[in-house]
């Protein structure tokens, strides 16, 4: 999974970890692994083996989308 966060990164997309979309939606980190759990925000798990505790990446465009279709969330700042 390292190798797609890589591939990812090269292709010049941005991946956010969960805190900076936490931070940019305006939520909790706890809210925004719900999301990804619950299917409602697309993710990459990077972590490194399996049975090993989830290390999650959002493709920015995953984000964008996600924000469009939640507009009551807003960008910028927050609290968690």
């Known amino acids: 999974m390292k190798e797609l966060s890589r591939?990812?990164?090269?292709?010049?997309?941005?991946?956010?970890?969960?805190?900076?979309?936490a931070r940019?939606?305006?939520?909790?980190?706890?809210h925004i692994i719900n999301l990804i759990?619950?299917?409602?925000?697309e993710a990459i798990d990077i972590s490194s083996r399996?049975?090993?505790?989830?290390?999650?990446?959002?493709p920015r465009e995953a984000l964008e989308r996600f924000q469009s279709?939640?507009?009551?969330?807003?960008t910028g700042g927050g609290t968690k």
């Not at 591939?7 to 979309?21: L, P, T």
């Not at 759990?37 to 925000?41: D, P, Q, W």
């Open 7 to 21: 591939r990812v990164k090269r292709q010049g997309q941005f991946i956010f970890r969960v805190s900076e979309a």
């Open 24 to 30: 940019r939606l305006g939520v909790s980190d706890t």
């Open 37 to 41: 759990e619950g299917g409602e925000l």
């Open 50 to 58: 399996r049975g090993k505790r989830a290390n999650w990446r959002i």
């Open 69 to 74: 279709r939640n507009s009551s969330m807003t």
